[in-house]
């Protein structure tokens, strides 16, 4: 017998010590024609003689009764529940779904549309690092800035190598917290950021150093000369990997990216990793990186998180385009399936489902 009455269609009668207030066993029934001969068979109720019940059983009798009937309730309401949560699980599937479309559409990797228009987006990355004894100590910031801009006919390479010369990294350094480095529950490495110079940053100055990269020139060191109508035209998407604790961060020091007028969606690699992949599970950046077949020295870096984060970003959009390729190809050929060493195929297949919209990104 289970624990519980809920997780079984069996339930406990604890109280019903008289036999005459027992369940009692008819039969057993595989279809509704026997199940209701069984019933029809059940002895009619006949008054009781004196002294075969008292009121105290039938007042047990009755409570196990209505035990019984919630019970049934409440399994409606377990499979209710279940459903809804497929339901939004569902519904999380679609929107990550749809947030790889739109950064594929973003990249130039696919034509825009209706529902994916060509939003002339900057990607900035963020990752932030903190104590790990006392994560209020917030010890480093990094920032990863792409301009879809900067990609209009350069072809990606290989899992998008060639754009990654593209990103513009920063990595500040907080100097009332210089001297911490996590080492207990990962190998922190404030020191080795790949791909550039840190800043050290005062505390008291690391919202207006945020505020500045998500303002022009964008971390670009050769900015030219902009208007204020060009300014307000492009839209940002703050990119992350679990974007949920950096933003957590970032307000921590002063700064919440939300209130960016030109923010048009916070983007999360994680959740756009499940979503190519159909795992439920969430995969860490570097398992990402890894399976991508991309570089990602001295993780737990700030600076560099950054950056790996946006070359998983374009990596994930490539393999959804590639798996797509395979599907299709798989359908012209009766279903047989490309082997590794004809990848060389993909790409044909890319360029084959990319090429009437040349003049388009041109």
């Given at each position: 017998?289970?624990?519980?009455?809920?997780?079984?269609?069996?339930?406990?009668?604890?109280?019903?010590?008289?036999?005459?207030?027992?369940?009692?066993?008819?039969?057993?029934?595989?279809?509704?024609?026997?199940?209701?001969?069984?019933?029809?068979?059940?002895?009619?109720?006949?008054?009781l003689?004196?002294?075969?019940?008292?009121?105290?059983h039938?007042?047990?009798?009755?409570?196990d009764m209505?035990?019984?009937?919630d019970a049934?309730?409440?399994?409606?309401k377990?499979?209710?529940?279940?459903?809804?949560?497929?339901?939004?699980?569902?519904?999380?599937?679609q929107?990550?779904?749809?947030?790889v479309?739109?950064?594929?559409?973003?990249?130039?990797?696919?034509?825009?549309?209706?529902?994916?228009?060509?939003?002339?987006?900057i990607?900035?990355?963020?990752?932030?690092?903190?104590?790990?004894?006392?994560?209020n100590?917030?010890?480093?910031?990094?920032?990863?800035?792409?301009?879809?801009?900067?990609?209009?006919?350069?072809?990606?390479?290989?899992?998008?190598?060639?754009?990654?010369?593209?990103?513009?990294?920063?990595?500040?350094?907080?100097?009332e917290?210089?001297h911490?480095?996590?080492?207990?529950?990962?190998?922190?490495?404030?020191?080795?950021f790949?791909?550039?110079?840190?800043?050290?940053?005062d505390?008291?100055?690391?919202?207006?150093?945020?505020?500045?990269?998500?303002?022009?020139?964008?971390?670009?060191?050769?900015?030219?000369?902009?208007n204020?109508?060009?300014?307000?035209?492009?839209?940002?998407?703050f990119?992350?990997?679990?974007?949920?604790?950096?933003?957590?961060?970032l307000?921590?020091?002063?700064?919440?990216?939300?209130?960016?007028?030109?923010l048009?969606e916070?983007?999360?690699?994680?959740?756009?990793?499940?979503?190519?992949?159909?795992?439920q599970?969430?995969?860490?950046?570097?398992?990402?990186?890894y399976t991508l077949?991309?570089e990602?020295?001295?993780?737990?870096?700030?600076?560099n998180?950054?950056?790996?984060?946006?070359?998983?970003?374009?990596?994930?959009?490539?393999?959804?385009?590639?798996?797509k390729?395979?599907?299709?190809?798989?359908?012209?050929?009766?279903?047989?399936?490309?082997?590794?060493?004809?990848?060389?195929?993909?790409?044909?297949?890319?360029?084959?489902?990319?090429k009437?919209f040349?003049?388009?990104?041109?």
């Amino acid at each position: 017998m289970p624990d519980s009455p809920e997780g079984s269609l069996v339930f406990p009668f604890e109280y019903s010590e008289h036999h005459l207030l027992r369940p009692h066993f008819l039969g057993k029934s595989s279809n509704k024609d026997d199940f209701e001969h069984l019933s029809n068979s059940a002895p009619h109720f006949t008054p009781l003689a004196a002294g075969e019940t008292d009121p105290e059983h039938i007042s047990y009798f009755r409570k196990d009764m209505d035990a019984a009937v919630d019970a049934g309730k409440n399994k409606g309401k377990a499979k209710a529940a279940k459903e809804a949560t497929q339901e939004v699980r569902n519904a999380q599937q679609q929107n990550m779904r749809r947030q790889v479309e739109r950064t594929q559409v973003a990249l130039g990797l696919a034509p825009p549309s209706e529902d994916n228009p060509d939003l002339d987006i900057i990607y900035i990355a963020v990752d932030v690092e903190s104590y790990e004894r006392n994560h209020n100590m917030i010890t480093e910031v990094g920032f990863a800035t792409l301009d879809t801009r900067d990609l209009k006919g350069i072809p990606h390479g290989d899992a998008g190598k060639d754009w990654h010369k593209f990103i513009r990294a920063r990595h500040f350094r907080i100097n009332e917290y210089k001297h911490y480095t996590n080492s207990e529950f990962v190998r922190g490495c404030p020191d080795q950021f790949e791909f550039g110079e840190s800043e050290f940053v005062d505390l008291k100055d690391m919202p207006r150093m945020i505020a500045s990269c998500f303002k022009h020139p964008y971390s670009a060191k050769d900015a030219h000369s902009i208007n204020e109508e060009e300014r307000a035209k492009r839209t940002i998407v703050f990119l992350g990997h679990d974007t949920k604790q950096d933003v957590a961060y970032l307000r921590k020091l002063g700064y919440d990216p939300s209130n960016l007028a030109n923010l048009y969606e916070i983007q999360d690699t994680a959740a756009m990793w499940r979503a190519v992949t159909s795992e439920q599970s969430t995969r860490g950046l570097s398992h990402i990186m890894y399976t991508l077949e991309l570089e990602s020295w001295n993780t737990h870096n700030a600076g560099n998180d950054a950056v790996y984060t946006v070359h998983a970003m374009i990596g994930i959009c490539i393999k959804d385009l590639q798996k797509k390729a395979v599907s299709t190809n798989d359908d012209d050929e009766g279903g047989v399936s490309l082997l590794p060493e004809k990848k060389v195929n993909v790409d044909k297949e890319i360029k084959k489902i990319t090429k009437k919209f040349v003049e388009w990104e041109m």
